[in-house]
């Protein structure tokens, strides 16, 4: 596959974003907000930084992906496919006896799934594990997880951002989502999770702070993790829950919601506006 970059990379996010929105919808469950924010991150993750075969998605030289946040599986789910792990159309059985895609991410089930989340806090734990594995193994593969700013009130985060450090893992990079929300409200007054970067820093780990919704920016975040030597890297990035669903966006009641008829129509709308004036442009 040919790298994607710039424009390219957010028409394809937009698209993920309209499939993942498409496939909640037609479950009539699933976890809109957050999905929509970690979109461009998880675009470029897939269609330009890591090295995957979709043909043979257990490939032992892969580079690995955890989705910590694991109740975000739709985005995942939509990247997966559009990237060619399985047909677009099983998205349309999201969370649906008849198909393959659980509400959260299943490894046992679904093609290029490496870890199976949802129980939030464990996945960066076998983030670790994987990269640790790589160092032990003298493998040249790296490891990537995106975890929430409500889920880093997880106690298991702290220990696996230790363990990280200890063993020098500068094969290991993880994104937060910082979209200042959780499941019932604002980030900070559930459980305030900042500073994150002093946080981080405090545990030896390299922080970079972006714009999430800037591929530039996620681009040069992640060719500096690559180039830092002897410590993980945090990429802390600024998002807005429900991007690109004008109603979604700083909503937390659409962290676990499914849009009705009509809220899908406008949400269809706005989405195939702006990849049109994306592609455009
Ligand atoms: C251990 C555990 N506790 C509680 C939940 C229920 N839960 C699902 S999502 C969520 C909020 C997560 O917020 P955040 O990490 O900020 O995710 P995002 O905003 O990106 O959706 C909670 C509490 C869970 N999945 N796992
Ligand atoms: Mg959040």
Request: proline share 4%; aromatic share 6%.
């Amino acid at each position: 596959m040919e790298k994607l970059f710039g424009k390219d990379l957010s028409v394809m996010a937009y698209r993920a974003r309209l499939l993942a929105v498409d496939a909640i919808h037609r479950a009539k469950s699933g976890h809109p907000g957050g999905s929509l924010s970690c979109l461009d991150a998880l675009t470029t993750l897939y269609f330009n930084e890591m090295n995957l075969n979709p043909d043979d998605p257990g490939w032992p030289d892969r580079d690995r992906f955890v989705l910590s946040k694991g109740h975000c599986a739709p985005a995942l789910y939509a990247v997966l496919a559009l990237r060619g792990f399985f047909p677009v159309e099983e998205l349309q059985k999201l969370r649906s006896i008849e198909g393959h895609l659980s509400g959260h991410p299943d490894m046992k089930h679904v093609p290029g799934v490496d870890m199976s989340t949802g129980s939030l806090g464990q996945g960066l734990s076998t983030a670790v594990g994987m990269a640790l594995a790589a160092k032990h193994l003298g493998k040249a593969y790296r490891s990537y997880a995106i975890c929430g700013d409500g889920e880093v009130a997880e106690g298991q985060i702290w220990e696996a951002v230790m363990a990280a450090a200890k063993w020098d893992l500068d094969n290991l990079c993880v994104f937060i989502d910082v979209n200042g929300l959780q499941i019932d409200g604002a980030t900070r007054d559930v459980m305030p999770t900042e500073p994150l970067d002093k946080k981080l820093e405090a545990f030896n780990w390299h922080v970079i702070k972006i714009d999430g919704h800037d591929v530039s920016q996620i681009l040069a975040a992640l060719s500096e993790a690559r180039r830092t030597k002897g410590r993980p890297t945090a990429i802390l990035m600024a998002t807005v829950k429900g991007k690109g669903v004008s109603f979604m966006e700083n909503q937390a009641g659409w962290h676990g919601k499914a849009p009705n008829d009509d809220e899908f129509a406008i949400a269809k709308a706005e989405l195939e506006s702006k990849i049109k004036e994306l592609e455009e442009n």
